[in-house]
């Protein structure tokens, strides 16, 4: 089992920065692909970005260049910097990983799934 647990949401005005952090415990963390999805009140959960275990990553199309995904497997933590934040940012953020060394956009290939934490962009 993998055990996830973000942080860094919070409140920030339009045009702030955000950086979240997912730390992973329970199996190799360089075996992990690391995702991050996003998901408001009434919408489906959204692909927000990913990143396999030798650094290769994929990013939704409409947030790229705003959005940058990293990790750390030394710390067996993947970060997300969230920049220019824009108030159709607010959503509840999920940290997902999954067992096979390649990414994909689709929520249901992930495993494992942190709590999420909720960012809230005001305008």
């Known amino acids: 089992q993998v055990q996830l647990v973000e942080s860094g949401g919070g409140l920030v005005q339009a045009g702030g920065s955000l950086r979240l952090s997912c730390a992973a415990s329970?199996?190799?963390?360089?075996?992990?692909?690391m995702a991050w999805f996003r998901q408001s009140p009434g919408k489906e959960r959204e692909f927000v970005a990913a990143i396999n275990w030798s650094g290769g990553t994929t990013y939704a199309d409409s947030l790229m260049g705003r959005f940058t995904i990293s990790r750390d497997n030394a710390k067996n933590t993947v970060y997300l910097q969230m920049n220019s934040l824009k108030p159709e940012d607010t959503a509840t953020y999920y940290c997902?990983?999954?067992?096979?060394?390649?990414?994909?956009?689709?929520?249901?290939?992930?495993?494992?799934w942190g709590q999420g934490t909720q960012v809230t962009v005001s305008s």
């Open positions: 997902a990983a999954r067992d096979q060394p390649v990414q994909t956009m689709r929520a249901h290939g992930y495993n494992y």
């Open positions: 329970g199996r190799t963390f360089n075996a992990l692909t």
